[in-house]
């Protein structure tokens, strides 16, 4: 077969394709409209969700600033007359501080920044002596897939639960942060906390067998000197 014989019959093939092509969208044109336009449809929402998610997580970032400038707030000296975003006591302040964080985590439960809501919500209320919200919201934050976070929840959390008596709970805490640490909460930090628990206990030989290995295990550390402390202070 010659060279032109081949073109031909490539020009013939692809005229026939062409033309089934064309047929077969005529045949489906209706089909093949839906298609686009779900497909444009779908693109339009897909880039509208961004674009809202986008405007609501910067409108959840200021709320939370704005929030943790008022807990962080400075308190008024003692006669000190009034002044503009000083509060007169601490618990003025947490009171402020956790009606913002609230509203921030029912506002925008769906974002990341509803869960790091929920945790100061909680502490906030365990500073106002509201137990049982405070064990909510911390909870709540202590189950994010926010190790760093959570773990902090589950130190506010098992503080709470010694507070009420419940330390088989706290304990049970402390025991998860130690086998899972975070970079917010060291096992060592976590084990310090635990034997401070059994000292109010007074179980005063399983303290000491923690600090004994927190010493041992930080040698050079923080967490090892306090260990190494607290030994030398209960001999």
Known sequence: MDTRTRHALKKDKFAQA?????????????????????????????????????????????????????????????????????????????????????????????????????????????????????????????????????DLAKVALAGLYHQEGRDSDAIALYNQIIAKPSATVSAAVAQLDLADLYVAEGKQDQARSIWAKVKDQDKDGAAGQIAGQKLAAKQ
């Open 18 to 150: 062409t033309a089934s092509s064309v047929s077969w969208l005529s045949g489906h044109r209706t089909g093949v409209l839906r298609w686009v336009v779900g497909i444009a449809v779908f693109l339009v929402l897909l880039a509208g969700g961004v674009i809202y998610w986008s405007m609501r997580s910067s409108a959840a970032d200021l709320a939370l600033g704005q929030a943790m400038d008022v807990y962080s707030s400075p308190l008024a000296l003692p006669g000190a007359p009034p002044e503009p975003g000083v509060y007169s006591t601490a618990a003025d302040r947490a009171k402020e501080a956790n009606r913002e964080f609230v509203a921030i985590a029912h506002d925008y439960s769906w974002l990341p920044d509803a869960t790091e809501a929920h945790y100061f919500a909680g502490v906030t209320y365990q500073e106002l002596g509201q137990n049982s919200n405070a064990e909510a919201n911390l909870q709540a934050a202590a189950g994010s897939w926010d190790r760093n976070l959570a």
